[in-house]
């Protein structure tokens, strides 16, 4: 009986360990990754000087394009003055806590839609009926909805990462081993047990996975929602600086935005790989 209670409480790591490892990827020397890596942005922005400096005509038009020494004297006046880190910190904001409610909406109902049948058939046909809507079709409701600015915009950006990963967790509940949760069951591990060390670590590569999707799509639903509606942020910099043709200005803000969604994206993968030490690293 103490056996069969103690498997009822290990984790889904201990779990797989039992059986065969998974061989180990060859990995590349350390130095290579990052000297790759920084190549290629490197060969980007030579691409673009090379086109604005040419003024590249085929098809796609560069005439008007700054170069990225102009926006690299754009970008070192602007971060020389307060009023730029106001609208970034009210993008940060908004960004964090919009994805916040939607991690705790999305994956809470991912777990139950994926597990219980009954949840599926109550809650699943709602979120496929809203989920092709696109978030900025949500703005002029969402203005009617929230009493402020800035609430309605944390709903547009909540909402447009609460799909991929509530679906990318109802997969990953759907795509467990059933012989784990059979093997759990054997060793005496009840339904609770069986949810907490076996459903929850199982599902949670499809998690992160949507966890990092969504904070993409939320990023681009934020940037929408600020042009149309908001009074700071860095979307509503950007479209001032396009309606006062300021182009540098507007390379700028693109930069920031790509700069801004790739660390946030990149943190989620970093604590995904923390929270998942079992699997093997490529």
């Known amino acids: 009986m103490a056996t069969a209670s103690k498997a009822g409480t290990t984790p889904l790591a201990g779990v797989l360990a039992a059986g065969a490892e998974a061989p180990a990827l060859p990995r590349p020397a350390g130095w ?4 790759l890596r920084v190549l290629s942005i490197g060969l980007f922005f030579a691409a673009w000087h090379v086109a604005t400096t040419w003024d590249l005509d085929f098809y796609v038009r560069f005439q008007n394009i700054p170069g990225p020494e102009q926006v690299l004297e754009e970008a070192v006046a602007l971060f020389s003055s307060s009023s730029f880190y106001v609208h970034i910190l009210a993008s940060l904001e908004r960004i964090w806590l919009g994805f916040a409610i ?5 994956v809470g109902l991912g777990l ?9 058939d109550i809650l699943f ?13 949500w703005v002029p409701l969402s203005i009617m909805l929230w009493p402020t600015e800035r609430s ?36 005496g591990a009840g339904r609770a047990a069986i949810f907490r060390e076996v459903v929850i670590p199982g599902a ?6 949507g966890l990092s999707v969504g904070m993409g799509v939320s990023w681009l639903c934020l940037i ?3 042009m149309i509606s908001g009074q700071f942020g ?7 600086a396009y309606g006062i043709v300021k182009y540098s200005q507007i390379v700028v803000g693109m930069l920031v935005i790509g700069v801004l969604g790739m660390l946030s994206s990149a943190f989620i993968r970093l604590i995904g790989v923390r929270c998942m030490p079992w699997l093997a690293r490529r």
């Open 32 to 35: 290579r990754r990052p000297a």
């Open 102 to 106: 939607a991690t705790a909406l999305g």
């Open 112 to 120: 139950l839609i994926g597990w219980f049948r009954f949840a599926e």
């Open 125 to 137: 046909p709602p979120i496929e009926l809203l989920r092709p809507i696109p978030a900025v079709a």
């Open 152 to 187: 309605s915009i944390v709903f547009i950006t909540s909402l447009g990462a609460f799909f991929p990963i509530v679906l990318n967790t109802i997969h990953g509940v759907e795509g467990i081993d059933r012989q784990l949760v059979r093997a759990a069951t054997s060793l």
């Open 204 to 209: 949670l590569p499809s998690i992160v996975t």
């Open 224 to 226: 929408s929602a600020e």
């Open 234 to 240: 860095v979307g509503y910099f950007t479209w001032v």
